[in-house]
């Protein structure tokens, strides 16, 4: 067992580990402290866990201390790879789904088509420009350049495949905010979903990147939120309609919730497709990732 503590993990799992264990941990002397932050640098889980229970750790706490320890070793062992759609709601993924993915996430590998997007658009003023970019080039500001080309992706390596949304998906990945039910899907991104739905791995997509499998999959089960925009926070409910119109079952789901679909170990949530606040759509994507992981 290993935890991935170094600057190429995610140190949001260590904190939030690290919380609970000086919330329970009594450890008096600076030697003792040191001793602790190096084993966690070196994340060695079974030396940080033997070193806790040996000093200070009150009895009723160990159980739990330990129980939580190993669920973060197990979410952080999983191998997961994210498919980008460039950069920025508008023509890219959107930011705020991908980090959100990603803090929920350690071992990553992040991919990306090697294709022109489908055009750019001026973030401030909301229109296209005339310039052209690429969806890998512009996917690897998300990245801080560590992605690869999705023809690179080995699902073999990997136990997971999560698609974050924005536009990019509809524009880049597939051409739905053109052509809607009736669009097709970018050869790479098609095989990529066929190959990881042929291994019986887990896929996991948000926002409007569910209509993907919409197309993929038919008959298959996902969210894109409510199918009615009774409450104005639903503004494209309309694109549950049409993917039950391709022979899915959408199931209406609230922004912080999920549906899994167990059989095609498809799971799925609205985030952004909702007109909710940031920390709500951040939880959303907490819950699809985890469920995510537990079918990997």
């Given at each position: 067992?290993?935890?991935?503590?170094?600057?190429?993990?995610?140190?949001?799992?260590?904190?939030?580990f690290l919380s609970v264990v000086f919330a329970h941990v009594d450890i008096a002397h600076p030697p003792q402290k040191r001793t602790l932050l190096q084993l966690c640098d070196d994340g060695s889980a079974r030396a940080?866990?033997?070193?806790?229970?040996?000093?200070?750790?009150?009895?009723?706490?160990?159980?739990?201390?330990?129980?939580?320890?190993?669920?973060?070793?197990?979410?952080?062992?999983?191998?997961?790879?994210?498919?980008?759609?460039?950069?920025?709601?508008?023509?890219?993924?959107?930011?705020?789904?991908?980090?959100?993915?990603?803090?929920?996430?350690?071992?990553?590998?992040?991919?990306?088509?090697?294709?022109?997007?489908?055009?750019?658009?001026?973030?401030?003023?909301?229109?296209?420009?005339?310039?052209?970019?690429?969806?890998?080039?512009?996917?690897?500001?998300?990245?801080?350049?560590?992605?690869?080309?999705?023809?690179?992706?080995?699902?073999?390596?990997?136990?997971?495949?999560?698609?974050?949304?924005?536009?990019?998906?509809?524009?880049?990945?597939?051409?739905?905010?053109?052509?809607?039910?009736?669009?097709?899907?970018?050869?790479?991104?098609?095989?990529?979903?066929?190959?990881?739905?042929?291994?019986?791995?887990?896929?996991?997509?948000?926002?409007?990147?569910?209509?993907?499998?919409?197309?993929?999959?038919?008959?298959?089960?996902?969210?894109?939120?409510?199918?009615?925009?009774?409450?104005?926070?639903?503004?494209?409910?309309?694109?549950?309609?049409?993917?039950?119109?391709?022979?899915?079952?959408?199931?209406?789901?609230?922004?912080?919730?999920?549906?899994?679909?167990?059989?095609?170990?498809?799971?799925?949530?609205?985030?952004?497709?909702?007109?909710?606040?940031?920390?709500?759509?951040?939880?959303?994507?907490?819950?699809?990732?985890?469920?995510?992981?537990?079918?990997?």
């Open positions: 067992m290993h935890l991935n503590c170094s600057a190429n993990g995610n140190a949001f799992h260590l904190f939030s940080l866990v033997s070193f806790l229970l040996l000093h200070g750790v009150k009895k009723k706490v160990k159980l739990k201390l330990f129980c939580r320890f190993s669920r973060e070793c197990f979410r952080m062992g999983k191998r997961v790879a994210v498919v980008l759609a460039g950069c920025g709601v508008f023509d890219g993924s959107e930011i705020h789904e991908a980090s959100a993915v990603l803090v929920h996430l350690s071992r990553v590998k992040m991919f990306a088509p090697n294709i022109e997007q489908m055009h750019v658009v001026d973030h401030v003023k909301g229109s296209p420009t005339e310039e052209t970019r690429n969806v890998l080039v512009e996917s690897a500001r998300l990245a801080r350049g560590e992605i690869q080309d999705l023809t690179q992706l080995k699902v073999s390596d990997l136990d997971a495949v999560i698609f974050p949304g924005g536009f990019g998906v509809a524009k880049n990945l597939c051409s739905w905010a053109v052509e809607g039910k009736n669009c097709s899907v970018n050869d790479q991104v098609k095989s990529t979903l066929m190959a990881f739905h042929g291994a019986k791995k887990p896929i996991g997509l948000c926002c409007i990147s569910p209509v993907l499998a919409a197309k993929v999959f038919p008959g298959c089960e996902l969210t894109v939120g409510h199918d009615t925009n009774d409450d104005g926070r639903f503004p494209d409910a309309e694109t549950a309609g049409a993917i039950q119109e391709l022979g899915c079952k959408h199931v209406c789901k609230k922004v912080n919730e999920t549906h899994v679909d167990e059989k095609n170990k498809i799971v799925t949530t609205c985030a952004f497709m909702c007109k909710a606040p940031l920390h709500e759509i951040f939880d959303g994507v907490g819950e699809m990732v985890q469920d995510v992981l537990k079918l990997a």
